[in-house]
């Protein structure tokens, strides 16, 4: 039971952190943006298309070197 309670609490602190960061990244998103795409990179893409007009291909690298950036700053923190 305290397994399941510590990683319940892991991995929503972790999106805390994460949505935190997105906002932070990309101002222009609203928080239903965010909501939406803080777990799902292909959300996010199509977000940042649509907020940002990035390319396809854009869009994709920026989501890529976001969730990358966040899971090697997170690991060392944890």
């Known amino acids: 039971m305290l397994r ?3 990683g319940s609490f892991h991995t ?3 999106l805390c952190l994460q949505v935190g960061e ?3 990244r990309w101002e ?3 928080a239903a943006d965010v909501d939406q795409c803080c777990t799902d990179r ?3 893409i199509d977000v940042l298309q649509y907020r940002y007009g ?3 291909r854009r869009a994709e690298k920026e989501a890529e070197l976001f ?4 899971q090697t700053r ?3 923190a944890v």
Do not use: A, P, Q
Request: glycine share 0%; aromatic share 20%; proline share 0%.
């Open 4 to 6: 399941s309670v510590k």
């Open 12 to 14: 929503e602190y972790c």
């Open 22 to 24: 997105i906002m932070s």
């Open 28 to 30: 222009h998103l609203t």
């Open 42 to 44: 292909s959300r996010l």
């Open 54 to 56: 990035y390319v396809k």
């Open 67 to 70: 969730f990358c950036e966040f």
């Open 74 to 76: 997170f690991r060392m």
